[in-house]
């Protein structure tokens, strides 16, 4: 701000007053020229002559200005001083006005009044609310605005500019914002929070999509609010009594209202009895039914009347008997020999079951039988013809049928004994009956088996019969017996008897006796699990083939004399014994020595098994590692392709001299296909020359035993 110059002008009026009095007091005035102005001791300029030093004389002189335009003091020179003293107690009225850059002491001038006043020589106060930023400023009022997370805008002021502030609504979680314990930013799809602990883990509130306007309301009280995905935190506090409870918020329901987890609660069946009914006005005897919305009570009727349907067929109602019913209350004479005779029309009785009916009986027939000692026959229901003059066929006298093509009717004649004892339930036996059970095409069922209307057809025109026991079959005169599928087990200790010999059976299988009659088989017969996977088969010719575990082991046997010369070969030696002479072939302890071997793999050949090399020593401590390889070649083969990888076996020596040692190598792999009809090369050799080859003599090698399995009897 401003101020006004008053002290200027102060300092103008000093030096006017200060030269007045010089010159009216001076004893030598010649050094002063006054021109212009008005009036005694008034004008407008006052000249210093240069060279002149004007002293005032007096302190106590009074010197009195009236102008009215500014005063002007000027020096002719540039070095020309002027020196204005103020003695104290001088008085400048006032009037008069100060120019700027006068200066004014104290209460020389009238006190300042408006937006800026005065009082004497006090400091100078400015009125609230006087200084209109811009209009009476200059400079920035506002140094700048800083923002902080979540605000945009900031910047350095400027006078006149305008700052504006909004969020910042660019953060997100991904772009950690960098928070502080409790803090919180708006974000570009809502709010995101920060926990109590400062870290990159926060949390954003969103919003769906609306739609349109909606409010949510917070409950105002203390509490946690729940979301779908909290599984864990409703409490039975949290659930008033009407609330509706989902899933696993809450245990589930036992009792005769079960519920399990998220699915429908389920009432027990036969949970809900009379008691836990209630209809309106509900008297003893009222019916209640179904009118397509609501269970609703039908009030009881009077005395005589009937339940029926009403006119439109949508609800029961009571209604007087007008005879469109008839109850039979008797029938005859219930005291006497009764009788009901009808003339040759159809008598029907209908009974009409529920949707889902339970258990019933349509017509229940009971007698009761209290004699201990009477002997004569007495019979429940008898069902006859009467002796008349008709002749003709009366076709059925009880038949039993289904009409409904889509329900089935489980039994049509069930007979039971639910205690006591019921001799026959089925007696057919009279002499006079033609055909005891005429069964057609039908099966007949057995607690055990069915017997097929086929299989008891096989029994015609047999001259004997079949007579089983516990164990045979007997008496099946002149004819052969087929088992078309399924097996004939023949219990152990029994016998099949054919012709004049018998196949005795014992706990393990068939003894061997002899037959003078053969066995026909009239195809493939196997034996074993049926024919899929381990069987022995016979054919019609009577070849014999195997599959899977019935396979038998047959051997190859390698001699020491049948091996081919070859090169570091093994020495060929014949040990002459006390008893017996044989070839051995002798491998040394120092180099790798070998054999080979080629034949004819057997017709009978399945798959290769195990080996067995059999060898002595006359030295009897410490290991020989024994190696075989092998090559299968088939036509258009090259004859020398490589051997299969060696397969070896380490055997310590036995403690007694030129005994049998065996070197047994499981399941021998062979290079080629090695199929029945193959050459076969086989090569032994010792590994003398390995770290655990430790036997220090020859190693003499009696033969070696291939083991394979035959999927054939014959070669």
């Not at 060279?51 to 002007?72: K, M, Q, R, Y």
């Not at 949390?203 to 306007?213: F, K, M, V």
């Not at 009880?398 to 889509?406: C, F, L, P, R, S």
């Not at 590692?625 to 380490?650: F, R, Y």
Request: proline share 2%.
């Amino acid at each position: 701000m401003k101020r006004k110059p008053y002290p200027k002008i102060f300092f103008v009026l000093f030096l006017t007053v200060l030269v007045s009095l010089c010159i009216i007091n001076s004893a030598d005035a010649s050094g002063f020229f006054g021109g212009g102005g008005s009036g005694s001791n008034s004008f407008e300029t006052i000249d210093v002559p240069a060279g002149t030093d004007p002293v005032a004389d007096s302190a106590g002189d009074t010197l009195t200005i009236t102008e009215t335009t500014p005063f002007v003091f000027t020096g002719t020179a540039a070095t020309d001083t002027i020196d204005v003293t103020v003695e104290a107690g001088a008085d400048f009225g006032s009037d008069g006005t100060l120019d700027a850059g006068s200066v004014v002491f104290g209460s020389e001038i009238t006190n300042l009044s408006g937006d800026v006043t005065t009082s004497g020589s006090s400091a100078t106060t400015i009125a609230a609310n006087a200084v209109a930023l811009t209009t009476d400023t200059t400079g920035n009022y506002v140094a700048s605005v800083a923002t902080t997370s979540g605000i945009t805008g900031g910047a350095a002021g400027s006078e006149g500019a305008i700052l504006s502030l909004s969020f910042d609504y660019t953060a997100t979680l991904a772009n950690n914002p960098g928070l502080s314990a409790s803090e919180w930013v708006p974000a570009t799809t809502g709010l995101i929070f920060e926990g109590s602990t400062a870290n990159t883990n926060e949390l954003l509130l969103t919003s769906d999509d609306p739609g349109s306007d909606i409010t949510v309301t917070i409950p105002a009280v203390t509490g946690t609010i729940i979301t779908t995905g909290d599984t864990a935190t409703v409490t039975a506090t949290i659930l008033a009594d009407s609330s509706a409870v989902f899933g696993a918020e809450i245990a589930n329901l036992s009792g005769d209202v079960t519920t399990s987890g998220s699915s429908a609660t389920t009432i027990a069946d036969n949970a809900v009895d009379g008691t836990d009914l209630s209809l309106a006005s509900e008297v003893t005897g009222d019916v209640m039914y179904f009118n397509g919305t609501d269970w609703v009570r039908l009030a009881i009727g009077t005395a005589g009347q009937v339940l029926e349907v009403n006119a439109g067929a949508t609800a029961p109602e009571w209604d007087t008997d007008d005879g469109t019913t008839t109850n039979w209350d008797t029938i005859g004479n219930p005291t006497g020999a009764g009788a009901i005779a009808m003339a040759e029309t159809v008598q029907t009785l209908d009974w009409d079951s529920a949707a889902t009916a339970a258990a019933y009986d349509a017509l229940s027939l009971t007698f009761t039988h209290d004699s201990t000692t009477d002997t004569n026959t007495q019979r429940g229901l008898v069902i006859e013809r009467e002796a008349t003059a008709g002749t003709a066929t009366f076709e059925t006298l009880v038949q039993i049928g289904n009409n409904d093509t889509d329900g089935l009717v489980s039994n049509g004649i069930e007979i039971l004994a639910a205690a006591g004892l019921i001799t026959t339930a089925l007696n057919a036996s009279d002499a006079e009956i033609g055909t005891a059970l005429a069964i057609g095409s039908n099966d007949l069922t057995t607690g055990a088996t069915t017997i097929s209307s086929a299989e008891l057809d096989r029994l015609d025109g047999l001259a004997g019969t079949i007579v089983t026991d516990a164990t045979a079959v007997t008496n099946i005169d002149g004819d052969g017996m087929t088992i078309t599928a399924g097996a004939l087990n023949v219990v152990a200790g029994t016998a099949i008897t054919v012709g004049a010999d018998s196949v005795g059976v014992t706990a393990d299988g068939i003894d061997g006796a002899s037959l003078t009659d053969a066995i026909l088989l009239d195809a493939a017969t196997s034996f074993g699990d049926g024919g899929t996977t381990n069987y022995t088969t016979f054919s019609t010719a009577g070849v014999i083939t195997y599959a899977g575990s019935a396979r038998p082991r047959r051997t190859i046997v390698l001699t020491a004399g049948g091996a081919e010369a070859a090169t570091t070969a093994a020495a060929s030696t014949r040990i002459d014994g006390t008893n017996v002479d044989y070839r051995v072939l002798d491998f040394d302890q120092s180099a790798d020595e070998q054999a080979f071997w080629t034949l004819v793999i057997p017709d009978s050949f399945a798959a290769l098994g195990d080996a067995q090399i059999n060898w002595q020593s006359g030295t009897t401590t410490n290991d020989v590692i024994w190696a075989i390889q092998g090559l299968c070649v088939t036509n258009a083969e090259a004859m020398d392709a490589a051997l299969s990888t060696a397969q070896t076996v380490t055997d310590t020596a036995l403690g007694t001299a030129n005994q049998k040692n065996e070197a047994a190598i499981s399941s021998l792999s062979f290079a080629g296909s090695c199929a029945a009809g193959e050459l076969l090369h086989v090569r032994i050799y010792r590994d003398a020359d390995a770290i655990g080859d430790t036997h220090a003599a020859d190693a003499r090698l009696i033969n070696v035993e291939i083991e394979y399995l035959a999927n054939a009897e014959s070669d």
